[in-house]
């Protein structure tokens, strides 16, 4: 036939040649394949359609053809024949198909999802694939960001919730968009952070969702290259994938990589009840995990999960990691629920999964940064024998035993210890690669930061379904009121407590990762599962009058610390855990670095918010002054050795101004400043001793006899007054390194 060619089965998908657009599709067990070209997205039925021949246009599980008289722009669907699974589902010849390889796709002004089910045709109310261009990404002029895993800080965002909100500083036609996003970049930039993490930008269905709500994260994906349409700024599905790019340079002219939170795990299909939009209408017995019977096997909690084992899907992911990384220029990904992804047949763990083997033989994504989760809903953990070399982990264990110890568990003392050097014991004891272990204590999937200290327990019935979703077991802790209060020592403890969190978070050895708007105390009104919320509920708040700024400077000044001194709060290599000796002279190389950390990190300028006035005729007295004794304490973290208590004490600071004999080596009991007087009534809350909640919140609770530590007050450095309420400035990082020397010693 004139101007029609047998055409390549590579490249997947369609791709523009000198004589037209060739297409190709793997479809193993189809009969009969026809493609279906529409005049324009909103067609009600296709302009033309070619069938197939296998003996022309088939080679293996591949077919293909190429077509003269199209171009960019051409909007095309599939129809596949063949025999039903034994379940009743598979091929529906009455259902135009998305290319599973398309890089744009229209048609959602006519879409119906209930109409892609059961057996009636759906032409008329179909998306449709859209032939687009290939180019790559201009490394050249936009070279990527490389920072290395040492000084990685990962800020996790929703593209659509980011720039939401009408205050937000972005024009009304880009709120809520990639072009948007990226006129907070600067905002990114000053408060520290090295990569922003998207929650899932691949196109997905916002309509698969219970009636009445609608898909908002977007963890169920239509497709694995196409950018979401919700997310771009007008209609035109081409302009999508420029805007990527432009916001992909943006990120790295700021020094800023991007990664993306990307689900290969399912699809948006769901069930063998669910809709044919494509995968399932192509090879379903291949796509996805079934029994001899036809069920579908889920491990996602989404009702299917992807055989990524077999050959046909792991091209299919390999082709759209290049597609983002390569086309569209982002530096990473995040696999949802990853470790769904090492299964074999029948569900079996695989030690060596293909995906993962092929994701690491891959020169083309050789220099991405890689990170999963490490459990699925299957009942799969696999954290330190996760089965790829190169892939990181979300550390839950991370997140939870710091969550345990500020509230006050009994025996989470050693499991701190343990997270803040490094999760050795999750390791087997081993020194563990930077990137191995992605530290969090709040992530879009869950409470925020300053919720986890404001609720005991969640409240989702805004999400429609009686308070039954989201997780039950958050280990937070509100302090003595559920929610909002007034009292003015549970909001000072709580302030108190948030800086805790993020101390431990960001001076822990591994890669910290923050979720949006905990810097300012974002709150979701204990919302832990705003899936379905596109409303300021989830959205980021830019209003100053609602924001913490108080927190959000303790947070630059963290982030600017552990810029400043990378080998002494996150060590290429940990210092040994075995022996107590000290070194001959353990501070003679680090001093030089502690120095001049101190200086990049501009040490002299992190006073507290609320300036402390001298006493009368006393001059003011830079902070740095007061720092370097603290500095000597670090140096002797910094160098691994054991060093006994006493020793570090010495290079405490001295208190300055305060009751006679106050001095760095005191330690005291009780009340701390900020947290309500011993004996005063803090709220109801079974199982923790008041004892021990002081311990969490003021100091670090004795786990040997060996070891007597008692509390340490937190105090002004610079004129020896309690600090007010709430706790800011650099007394809580005055802490944070006691913490750390004596953590990283004393408990080893």
């Given amino acids: 036939m004139s101007g029609i060619h047998p055409g390549t089965p590579w490249p997947l998908g369609s791709s523009i040649t000198p004589r037209g657009v060739n297409f190709s599709v793997a479809a193993p067990a189809a009969d009969r394949i026809e493609l279906l070209i529409f005049k324009r997205a909103s067609a009600s039925t296709p302009e033309r359609v070619i069938e197939l021949d296998a003996r022309r246009h088939r080679s293996g599980d591949y077919w293909h053809v190429e077509l003269e008289g199209v171009g960019e722009g ?115 930039k000053e408060l520290g952070i090295t990569a922003i993490e998207l929650l899932p930008v691949f196109c997905f269905d916002p309509a698969d969702a219970p009636p009445g709500r609608d898909n908002v994260w977007g963890y169920s994906p239509l497709s694995w290259f196409t950018p979401h349409h919700g997310y771009g700024c007008g209609d035109d599905p081409l302009q999508l994938r420029h805007q990527v790019r432009q916001l992909v340079a943006a990120c790295h002219d700021a020094n800023i990589e991007v990664l993306l939170d990307v689900v290969y795990n399912h699809t948006t299909e769901g069930t063998r009840l669910g809709p044919t939009l494509s995968w399932r209408g192509f090879a379903d017995r291949t796509y996805y995990h079934q029994t001899s019977s036809g069920d579908y096997l889920d491990v996602s909690g989404c009702g299917n999960s992807i055989a990524a084992n077999q050959p046909i899907s792991t091209q299919l992911i390999l082709e759209s ?42 020169p083309q994504l050789s220099d991405l940064k890689l990170v999963s989760e490490p459990w699925d809903c299957g009942g799969l953990y696999r954290l330190e024998d996760f089965p790829a070399q190169r892939i990181g982990t979300w550390n839950g264990h991370f997140r939870d035993g710091l969550r345990r110890f500020w509230k006050g568990d009994e025996h989470s003392t050693w499991t701190l210890a ?45 999400n429609g379904e009686d308070n039954r979703d989201g997780e039950n077991h958050n280990n937070s802790w509100n302090h003595g009121v559920e929610g909002p ?77 552990r810029q400043a ?48 006035q001298p006493a009368h005729g006393q001059p003011r007295r830079p902070v740095v002054d007061g720092l370097q004794r603290l500095q000597r304490a670090a140096q002797l973290r910094a160098a691994g050795a054991g060093i006994p208590l006493d020793a570090v004490d010495r290079y405490l600071p001295a208190r300055r101004g305060g009751p006679a004999g106050a001095s760095g080596a005191v330690r005291r009991r009780g009340h701390s400043p900020g947290q309500p007087q011993p004996g005063a009534a803090a709220g109801p809350r079974s199982g923790v001793r008041p004892e021990a909640l002081r311990k969490r919140v003021t100091g670090i609770e004795p786990v040997s006899s060996a070891w007597k530590a008692e509390v340490l007050p937190l105090h002004n450095t610079r004129t020896g007054t309690p600090e007010p309420q709430p706790l800011m400035g650099w007394s809580v990082l005055q802490h944070t390194f006691i913490m750390a020397v004596r953590l990283h010693h004393a408990l080893a």
């Fill in 418 to 462: 343990q997270r803040f050097k490094g999760s050795p014991d999750l390791y087997n004891d081993k020194p563990v690669a930077l990137g191995r272990s992605v530290n969090l204590i709040t992530a879009h999937d869950g409470f925020t930061l300053a919720d986890l200290v404001a609720y005991n327990r969640k409240h989702n019935l805004a």
């Fill in 485 to 561: 209060t007034t009292d003015p020592q549970v909001l000072a403890l709580r302030r108190r407590q948030q800086r805790n969190l993020l101390s431990t978070l960001l001076l822990a050895r591994g890669v910290p990762m923050l979720l949006m708007g905990d810097e300012v105390g974002r709150s979701q009104g204990g919302n832990n599962n705003s899936w379905c919320q596109d409303s300021p509920l989830s959205w980021m708040v830019w209003n100053d009058d609602h924001c913490d700024l108080e927190l959000k400077l303790f947070l630059q000044r963290l982030l600017k610390l």
């Fill in 321 to 362: 990691m290049r597609c983002w990384a390569l086309e569209l220029g982002v530096d990473g990904f995040r696999f949802d629920l990853g470790i769904a992804l090492s299964r074999g047949n029948q569900l079996k763990p695989l030690d060596q999964p293909p995906l993962f083997r092929a994701i690491e033989a891959d």
């Fill in 74 to 188: 051409c909007c095309y669907g599939y129809r596949v024949f063949g025999p039903l699974a034994p379940g009743g589902h598979g091929f529906q010849p009455a259902k135009v198909l998305v290319d599973p390889a398309a890089r744009a796709i229209s048609g959602w002004d006519v879409y119906d999802r209930v109409l892609a089910t059961g057996p009636t045709p759906n032409a008329h109310a179909c998306l449709k694939a859209v032939v687009t261009e290939r180019e790559l990404f201009d490394f050249q002029r936009h070279p990527r960001p490389r920072h290395s895993w040492q000084r990685s800080v990962i800020y996790e965002l929703h593209v659509g919730g980011f720039t939401g909100r009408d205050d937000s500083g972005v024009s009304p036609e880009q709120r809520g968009t990639y072009l948007g996003l990226i006129d907070k970049l600067p905002y990114l």
């Fill in 565 to 612: 001194l990378p080998q002494l709060f996150n060590p290429l290599v940990p210092p040994p855990e075995t022996s107590r000796k000290q070194p001959q002279n353990p501070h003679r190389p680090v001093a030089a670095m502690a120095r001049r950390g101190t200086e990049q990190a501009g040490l002299g300028s992190l006073e507290p918010h609320h300036r402390h």
